[in-house]
């Protein structure tokens, strides 16, 4: 059997994406074709999130910090930020990568995007989704 070839890192794309009011603000690097999770566990389903999951490294928040409101649940490792003006939680920490940040790809800047690709995650059976008790971040 041959093993696949490595394939080469995607390059990054500087993104940029808020909340509705735009009061929040911030930049993400990731590569211009993203790979998105949509999660069906009861907050992302109501709210129609489509996570983008990057290390901490790569996200940095240029405006808002003052208007970001915290709301916790269940273990309440994951920090679901919200804009208190408008009620967008455009990204947060999440509970499977808690050293990452987790980006609503719905949120980001559409100029940037060449691609996006949409994985489902059953997040209602969190537990065996993320057997370690959280997830692995993806060489991109």
Request: hydrophobic content about 30%.
């Amino acid at each position: 059997m041959v093993p696949d070839p490595v394939l080469p890192p995607e390059p990054m794309t500087l993104h940029t994406g808020g909340c509705h009011c735009g009061r929040v603000r911030f930049e993400v690097r990731a590569p211009a074709k993203i790979r998105v999770s949509e999660c069906n566990c009861s907050i992302c389903s109501k709210s129609g999130y489509l996570h983008l999951i990057v290390p901490s490294g790569r996200f940095k928040l240029l405006s808002g910090a003052e208007v970001l409101t915290s709301y916790g649940f269940n273990t309440h490792t994951a920090k679901h930020l919200f804009c208190a003006l408008c009620g967008i939680k455009s990204f947060y920490v999440p509970r499977s990568h808690p050293d990452g940040f987790s980006v609503n790809a719905r949120c980001l800047d559409p100029d940037t995007v060449e691609s996006m690709t949409v994985a489902k995650l059953d997040g209602k059976q969190w537990e065996k989704q993320y057997p370690k008790g959280r997830g692995e971040f993806r060489q991109e």
